[in-house]
């Protein structure tokens, strides 16, 4: 989706793979795990918790940053996902030299690119990250099959910075979203560029083919905590 290269101060990413999306969608499915035998599952796993990025959160083993409601991630059907696969801090236009909060955002950056197997690009554009999210999309179509059912050009489920392409697939059970969204962390100024696994119970229809508000504030509801 070529668009006019906006800038943006850094791009940091992990390419999302086949089978962490997989490994995504598995989770609710999997046998409960109590509070008492969590860090074995998660050391067993070869996961780490990460607790500086995105507060009580885990590395997966696939080296992406997943959060998750209620903490565990394991077994937890109503729990709603976030698997972080990329990081974005977008020119803010009240802040378009970034001098106000460049330094410790680019700091935070730093961390998010010096993860294991991470890359980054600084400066970046909006078409990098446009690019990141198709190759994330590609993956999960290969694992679901079918393409996804709607696909949308907004920012509204983001603080700041450009609009980028969310798109969405559905299970029986579950909405499948990918695209930016807020990083609800200490600074929020930076975009998660993720694949959200939520239950259907907010929403589970799509609203009609051409109203671009209802399906932004369907993203919405799906994706923001």
Sequence with gaps: MERAPVPVHALAHRPLTVAAVAELLALPAEPRVSDDVVEEVVRRRGWSWEHDLVCDSLRTGHGHVLCSEGYIPFGYPDARHFL????????????????????????????????????????????????????????????????????LVSSAAVVTGLPLTHRVWRTPTHALVLGPASDNGPYGYLTHLQLSYTPLRHGPDLPPEGDADGLEAWITAHVDW
Excluded: I, K, Y
């Design 84 to 151: 972080v696969f990329g990081e974005v801090h977008p020119v803010d236009p009240d802040d378009e030299d970034g001098a106000g909060n460049g330094p410790w955002l680019t700091g935070l950056m730093d961390d998010w690119q010096s993860l294991p197997g991470w890359s980054g690009r600084r400066p970046g554009t909006g078409q990098d990250c446009e690019d990141v999210l198709a190759q994330a999309a590609r993956a999960v179509t290969e694992c679901l099959g079918p393409g996804p059912e709607r696909t």
